[in-house]
C-alpha cells in the first residue's frame, strides 16, 4: 500500500516524537517514505537494529510501535508492529537508573503531584515522591517531551518510592491506514533543520532550552 492510499501525502515529510521505552526520553524529528509497513526516521541518536521505539506522528492520536530494521547512513527504517493483542516479551528487562520529571494523577484527572521517575524499563517505572500515598493504585503520567499521558499502575508504595506498571496503548493497523493527515502536520522539506529548531514542536510541545 502507498502513502496516498495511507491519506498520507506522496513524499510528505512528518513531524515525530520518538520515545525510547528502555529510558522514557523522548527525541524531537521528522519522518518520511511512509506506507503501512514503516518508514524512516530522519537523524535519529537510535541505531540499534532491533530496538523497539514509540513514534508519535503529529496527526495521530496515539503513539505507534515501531522496531528498527535497518540503519540508512544518518537516517533509520523502521517496521510498524501493530498488535491487535497484548504481546509481553518473554526476556529480563533491564531497569536503567533516568531522572525524569513528570506530572502523576488519578486516570482522568486534574489533580495530581509533581514526582521524578528514577528507574525505568519498556514495561514499568518507579516514581520518587514524598506524597505518594495521596495518588490512586489507576494513574497517568505526563511524562516530559511527551504530549500525552501514559496510563500507569501502582504495583508496590513505600514512604518515598512507588513502583509503576505502565500500560501503552498503541495506534491499530486500521486507524493507521484510515487516518486523514491535515497539513499543519507536514513538515516543510526545503526548511526542516529551522523548523526542528524552532522553540515548540508540530505537537505543541515546548522545547526545553
Not at 147 to 160: A, Q, T
Request: hydrophobic share 35%.
Amino acid at each position: 500500500m502507498t502513502g496516498p492510499e495511507l491519506n498520507i501525502p506522496e513524499h510528505a515529510v512528518l513531524h515525530i516524537l520518538v520515545l525510547d521505552f528502555d529510558t522514557l526520553g523522548c527525541e524531537e524529528t521528522s519522518a518520511s517514505g511512509f506506507s503501512r509497513n514503516g518508514c524512516r526516521v530522519l537523524s535519529t541518536r537510535h541505531r540499534n537494529v532491533g530496538k523497539t521505539l514509540g513514534l508519535r506522528i503529529a496527526g495521530f492520536d496515539q503513539m505507534v510501535k515501531a522496531r528498527i530494521a535497518e540503519v540508512s547512513g544518518n537516517d533509520v527504517i523502521v517496521r510498524f508492529e501493530f498488535d491487535e493483542a497484548e504481546n509481553t516479551e518473554k526476556r529480563k528487562e533491564r531497569r536503567r537508573r533516568v531522572s525524569i520529571p513528570a506530572w502523576v494523577s488519578g486516570q482522568n484527572s486534574r489533580e495530581g503531584l509533581r514526582c521524578e521517575i528514577v528507574d525505568a524499563s519498556p514495561s514499568g517505572c518507579r516514581l520518587a515522591s514524598h506524597k505518594l500515598q495521596a495518588l490512586p493504585a489507576d494513574i497517568q503520567l505526563q511524562i516530559a517531551g511527551l504530549d500525552l499521558p501514559v496510563v500507569g499502575k501502582i504495583m508496590w508504595r513505600s514512604p518515598e518510592y512507588a513502583g509503576v506498571k505502565l500500560i501503552w496503548k498503541f495506534t491499530s493497523s486500521k486507524e493507521f491506514e484510515e487516518k486523514r493527515i491535515r497539513p499543519p502536520a507536514l513538515v516543510d522539506k526545503t526548511n526542516s533543520s529551522a523548523k526542528r529548531r524552532a522553540d515548540s514542536s508540530g505537537f505543541g510541545v515546548r522545547r526545553s532550552k
